[in-house]
């Protein structure tokens, strides 16, 4: 627990960063070594319904990961099936695993979220994606998932709620500020990261891995209004 306190001691504080004048979707994605980004046109999107969808299967969670974390749990909507881990871990060809990925029981369940993912979510193909449980008191250690030399923003982590003493944090990078009304935010998790739940609610998240394809048009617009808006926001002081 010490490592923990410390490391939120450490790392507690939201580190605002200057947004060129300019939109540059190159520089953004792979040279800014920014270690999350607010894709905030989404900010409008159904996340309370999500949440709800998300709580009512709440006793259907598997554990997650319960060598770094404490009341982790998962439960997987689109994957090989509710309890889908790395598509690495299958002993399979990773193109082998794509193949199999399908919807699992938990979208039937799961309406809005699943419009969300087909209608609104800009990528042609989906990987995996979990519901992510964090139990009041519960904690992810520090921890790292992918190496230095591979820096970007990359997977999407959607806060369904954020409830006010629920912290995820960096290091050297600070608070990455998810709004408990829900938001979307892609991430560079070749940062070491940990996760506090100091809260007495249940903290749902939902990661998205996917790829483009071809919808690297709505994609492009998602960041571009997104970085406009973002940086607007910085000058009103709201972010
Ligand atoms: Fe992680």
């Given at each position: 627990m010490q490592e923990l306190e410390q490391f939120h001691q450490n790392n507690g504080k939201v580190i605002n960063k200057q947004y060129p004048d300019l939109f540059d979707v190159q520089w953004l994605l792979e040279e800014s070594q920014w270690p999350y980004f607010?894709?905030?046109?989404?900010?409008?999107?159904?996340?309370?319904?999500?949440?709800?969808?998300?709580?009512?299967?709440?006793?259907?969670?598997?554990?997650?990961?319960d060598d770094y974390g404490h009341g982790w749990k998962s439960l997987t909507l689109h994957g090989l099936d509710e309890d889908t881990q790395s598509l690495n871990?299958?002993?399979?060809e990773r193109d082998e695993v794509l193949k199999q990925l399908d919807w699992t029981w938990v979208a039937d369940k799961c309406p809005e979220t699943k419009k969300f993912l087909t209608d609104v979510w800009p990528a042609e193909y989906l990987n995996r994606v979990r519901f992510m449980l964090l139990e009041p008191g519960g904690y992810i250690m520090p921890h790292q998932d992918r190496p230095d030399a591979e820096k970007r923003l990359s997977v999407c982590n959607i806060s369904l709620n954020n409830p006010e003493g629920c912290v995820f944090v960096m290091k050297d990078q600070g608070i990455v500020p998810f709004k408990n009304?829900?938001?979307?935010?892609?991430?560079?998790?070749?940062?070491?990261?940990?996760?506090w739940n100091r809260s007495d609610k249940p903290r749902i998240h939902m990661i998205i891995h996917s790829e483009i394809g071809r919808r690297a048009r709505d994609?492009?617009?998602?960041?571009?209004?997104?970085?406009?808006?973002?940086?607007?926001?910085?000058?009103?002081?709201?972010?």
């Open positions: 607010h894709l905030s046109a989404l900010d409008k999107n159904p996340f309370k319904g999500m949440y709800h969808e998300a709580e009512n299967l709440i006793d259907k969670f598997h554990s997650h990961r871990s299958y002993g399979l009304d829900g938001s979307a935010f892609l991430m560079d998790i070749s940062n070491v990261h940990s996760v994609f492009f617009y998602i960041l571009r209004k997104s970085y406009y808006t973002n940086k607007d926001r910085l000058h009103e002081g709201l972010e």
